[in-house]
């Protein structure tokens, strides 16, 4: 038996292709996946059964349960007699129940015939006078409303079908929002092809405020313009390295951008300390050109590519977030960590990473900074259940470790008894749940503004510092003190 899926097109019945009006009037059994479609009155009336599908949309709780239900009754139909199937548009385009019965279909054994139609697609380039061509993205409002960030290159323009109620334009909105200013001009298009046409342009905050949309409704989306996406700056990253590219980009390798990666990092923390928003963008930019240039490095020679580098990732984050993408429960975020760890030697076990034992520290950078490193480290001990009982513990090694400095002979004994009780004093921080990095970076912003504040008022006596006393600088350091810097 056969299964001829018809596609009826946008919605005029002049659009209807004469294979598929001869389909349909040859046919004795006709499906209709909805009969809230324009041509759908105008189609032959020589004896055909005519069913639809509308019903299932009321009753079903998910659009899975209609397309399912929907699939199965055709292949059963088609199982006993030739069936007609007929659907808004075009088969292949936004048309679920399409590629579910083509899958199917091929298990069973059901021969398929698509009769292409004319898709919501074209009649909406007219309407905007777009050309697909030109980059244009196609995708579903069911899909972008279900996500919390558009997957859609905002250097390009972009058509989103089935905006079909004031909920599903809402959260389309709000996904959009994520990149595109809440200003940003967009079209609603409503009821293209058909001679109730209607074309909105408004900004994209009031989409969802429209009277006009409907089952018909679609959304084209401009391009933001001004060189905004991921791809197009690994084109200029690319471009730099290339042959006809900056000799400087060409030379670099991954360990001459060492250095350039540490200092941009750094960048990036100062301007989170100094809560600058606007030269975070800035340095995270520059962060984002080092990650970039270093995987062009490895394009050209052959090692990996960004995509590699991507989808690692959002592996990573996935599987070690069972509690929100599968079924695992956490109380609090103490067993969120415990979680990512025991996730993280599963993986190594799995890599083949068990011949030789691994310590619980092997995973800290070595290159982190001192102070960090002993954090982490001191942390994951604890973890592990190597850690004092109670602070008092913590207390007793700190006086402890100030006997020893005080008792050493040489400068090297002091030198490391002098680690040691840096190394106790982290410990304290993080027994009070603080980050000894960041308090020591707070309090060297602190030392800077203060001390700046004393260089100002000795420029200002008009005579070096050195001539100044201790007490007299004392006091210029408590103005600063007083006034809050």
Known sequence: MKLVIVGLGPGDIDDLSRKAWRVIKNATTVYLRTSKHGCVACLPQNGQVYHTFDYLYEASESFETVYETIVQTLLTAAQEQDVVYAVPGDPLVGESTTTRILTRAAETGIDVEIVNGISFIEPMLKLIGVDALDGLQILDGIDIAAMHHPPINPDYPALIGQVYSRAVASNVKLTLMNQYPDEFEVTLIHAAGTD???????????????????????????????????????????????????????????????????????????????????????????????????????????????????????EKMIRRHPHVFASTS????????????????????????????????????????????????????????????????????????????????????????????????????????????????????????????????????????????????????????????
């Open 196 to 314: 109730s046409a209607i074309v909105e342009t408004l900004p994209l905050y009031e989409i969802d405020r429209s009277d006009h949309i409907g089952h018909m409704t679609s959304l084209y989306v401009p391009a933001l313009g001004g060189m905004t996406s991921f791809e197009q700056f690994q084109e200029i990253i690319a471009h730099l390295r290339a042959p006809e590219g900056c000799p400087w980009d060409r030379k670099q390798t991954h360990e001459s951008l060492r250095k350039y990666l540490l200092e941009e990092t750094y960048e990036v923390l100062e301007a989170i300390d100094e809560s600058n928003t606007d030269e975070l963008y800035r340095e995270l930019g520059d962060l984002l050109l080092q990650i970039v240039l270093h995987t062009q490095i490895a394009i050209d020679d052959g090692e990996f590519y960004m995509t590699d580098v991507l989808r690692h990732v959002n």
């Open 330 to 485: 956490v109380t609090d975020a103490d067993e969120v960590v415990t979680n990512w760890e025991a996730i993280k030697a599963q993986e190594k076990a799995v890599n083949g990473n068990v011949e030789k034992p691994e310590s619980l520290l092997d995973s800290i950078p070595k290159a982190l900074p001192a102070l960090l490193w002993a954090y982490q480290a001191q942390d994951r001990a604890a973890r592990a259940g190597f850690d004092w009982k109670a602070i008092d513990g913590v207390r007793d090694k700190i006086n402890e470790e100030l006997t020893e400095i005080l008792e050493a002979q040489t400068d090297d004994e002091r030198a490391k008894e002098f680690g040691d009780l840096l190394f106790v004093l982290v410990n304290w921080a993080r027994w009070l749940k603080i980050d000894p990095e960041n308090a020591l970076r707070l309090t060297n912003h602190k030392f800077y503004r203060r001390f700046t504040h004393v260089e100002t008022r000795v420029r200002q006596a008009g005579k070096p510092m050195t001539e100044f006393t201790l007490e007299e600088l004392d006091a210029f350091w408590n103005e600063a003190k007083t006034s809050g810097l």
